[in-house]
């Protein structure tokens, strides 16, 4: 059977981009992905649907830390995260949206591979304000992702991180597994109210108090972000 998949393997030219990606998502899905597209790898079956795929054992260092090093609620196998991190990690937007392409992945399947492609890795040992900051902005989701490639190459490149890095990307992933996005107390009406006119100015001065509030752990109540914003005036 092995034999007979790698003599049909060119006839995967011939099926669809919809039903290449169908399957191919089916087997990024499961937890013996790393171990199935080795094989196909192995068989010259892989080259013909996904050329691009080198970054195997951190496909399976990714899958562990979703399967087997943590137990947190909304930490699991995905197939985009999966597909990411199998590409290079120089691949360009260009590569990404070229299988997008091949594959007929939908917008937002496309745009999230584009994202995982090129992102700003991580530091779980960074003060907490940026690891926050990053979550107010880009959300908890593409975070995440961004924190399980980086960590899951960490771990490929060198199995035995040391203690304090593998208990800081724990903590770092339960920190943001358990994180809710607060509300910035103040808005642009409030700069107004102090005779800031409606342009360029209010929303430099309106970032420049969220940044404050954010490397202030997002707890400073409404009083304090105003008095806070007139000593910026």
Avoid at 60 to 87: F, H
């Amino acid at each position: 059977a092995l034999a007979a998949c790698r003599l049909a393997a060119g006839n995967l030219k011939s099926l669809s981009g919809e039903r290449v990606r169908d399957e191919m998502l089916k087997i990024l899905s499961a937890n013996n992905a790393p171990d199935t597209l080795i094989l196909m790898n192995g068989e010259k079956v892989l080259k013909e649907v996904l050329p691009e795929a080198s970054k195997f054992g951190d496909l399976r260092a990714l899958n562990w830390l979703c399967t087997t090093a943590m137990q947190l609620d909304g930490i699991e196998i995905d197939p985009i995260r999966n597909l990411a991190i199998l590409l290079p990690a120089d691949t360009t937007a260009i590569t990404a949206k070229g299988i997008a392409s091949r594959w007929r992945l939908s917008n937002a399947e496309k745009n999230r591979l584009i994202n995982l492609t090129e992102f700003p890795e991580p530091d779980p040992m960074a003060p907490s304000a940026g690891h926050i900051r990053q979550l107010y902005k880009i959300g908890i989701d593409l975070f995440t992702d961004q924190c399980l490639m980086t960590w899951a190459r960490e771990t490929g490149d060198d199995a035995n991180l040391p203690k304090d890095r593998k208990a800081a990307w724990l903590a770092l992933m339960e920190m943001i597994t358990t994180w809710e996005k607060p509300t910035f107390p103040i808005s642009g009406e409030d700069l107004m109210g102090l005779g800031i006119q409606e342009g360029p100015k209010l929303g430099a001065l309106l970032d420049q108090a969220r940044d404050w509030w954010i490397d202030n752990d997002c707890t400073p109540d409404r009083d304090a972000c105003l008095k806070k914003l007139e000593s910026f005036l």
